[in-house]
Structure formats: structure tokens, C-alpha cells
């Protein structure tokens, strides 16, 4: 685990499971239709129960880069905030802006909803196919800057599946912090 104080809140990295957070909200790396999938998605949709997937349907959707907001179900997380990432081409359609307003547009629903902590798997990376370097230098980077303009979020956790997906957001994280 790792943890490094910016302004008013903390970032964290830990190798986990998502849907063991204890945190106000855990974020979701949906797919557009919310229906559940497999990785992270199809893992919250299992442990949280029917609730998350009956609001999913009422919302009916979600483009890439935005972000909605449904209760945690049978999680310790009151809330699963639901965001598509870019499916990875080569980096040159935009993928980047995409992956950045995933990290954003979820902090700033975060944050219009009072949620003072919240769990961020590594978005795009799994079935996506984006490269773990570049996403996690976006991700490190989009919540730095979040944590620097706003002391509302208390605790912003990067929640990494196996050994290897921590090992390059601590890396990043130190590059980051030290350039």
C-alpha cells in the first residue's frame, strides 16, 4: 500500500478487490449499455445484487468518458458510480481525453453527491486493451490535480487487481511526484 497526502486528501494505492471497499462510492468501468459485462463490471454487478442493475436499466445508458450514479446494493460502498472508458485503438482517436474524463467526470459526480471517499479500479486496461504505463500515468495524474483544486474528496484509492497493475501505478505515482 501506498499513500501520499495532496492538499487536503489523500491518494492511495492498494492491491485488492474493488467490491471489498469500504469507501463512500466505488467507481465502475462499465460498459455503454450498464448492463454488466465481465472484469470489474460484470464482479460489482455479482456482489452488489439486482438493486445496481434494476437503476442501470432506468438510466439506460452511458457514453464513453461520462459518468452516472446508482446505489452500492449488497456493497459496503453506498454508491457505484458507472463510467465507459475508451476502448484502446492506438492512442491517436482521442483515447487519452477519453480516459481523462472518466477519472474526472466520476470525481466531479463525487463530488456534486457529498461522497467524501471514493475507489477507482484501473478504467480501459483489462479487456480495453489500453497499455497500463499510459493509463496509469493518466489516472495518477487527473486525480493529482483534482486533489489540488478541490478539498471536498477526502480519500481518492486506486484499487489494483494483482501484483504487476500495482507495481506500475506506484511507479507512476513516484515519477509523478518526483519528475
Known amino acids: 500500500m501506498m499513500e501520499v497526502k495532496i ?5 492511495s494505492l492498494v492491491e485488492g478487490d474493488i467490491t471489498k471497499q469500504d469507501t463512500d462510492a466505488i467507481v465502475n468501468a462499465a460498459n455503454k449499455s450498464l448492463r454488466g459485462g465481465g472484469g470489474v463490471d460484470g ?3 455479482r456482489a452488489g445484487g439486482p438493486k445496481i442493475l434494476e437503476e442501470c436499466i432506468k438510466i439506460g445508458g452511458c457514453e464513453t468518458g461520462e459518468a452516472v450514479i446508482t446505489t452500492g446494493g449488497n456493497l459496503k460502498a453506498r454508491y457505484v458510480i458507472h463510467t465507459v472508458g475508451p476502448i484502446y485503438k492506438d492512442g491517436s482517436h482521442g483515447e487519452p481525453q477519453l480516459l481523462e474524463n472518466c477519472y474526472k467526470n466520476s470525481l466531479r459526480l463525487a463530488s456534486s453527491k457529498g461522497i467524501k471517499s471514493i475507489a477507482f479500479p484501473s478504467i480501459s486496461t483489462g479487456a480495453y486493451g489500453y497499455p497500463m504505463e499510459d493509463a496509469a500515468e493518466i489516472a495518477l495524474r487527473t486525480a493529482i490535480e483534482y486533489l489540488k483544486e478541490h478539498d471536498d474528496i477526502e480519500l481518492i484509492r486506486f484499487v489494483l487487481f494483482g501484483e ?3 507495481r506500475v501505478y506506484e511507479k507512476k505515482l513516484k515519477e509523478l511526484l518526483n519528475p
Do not use: E, P, Q
Open 164 to 166: 504487476k497493475a500495482y
Open 43 to 45: 464482479a460489482i454487478h
Open 7 to 11: 492538499n487536503k486528501g489523500m491518494l
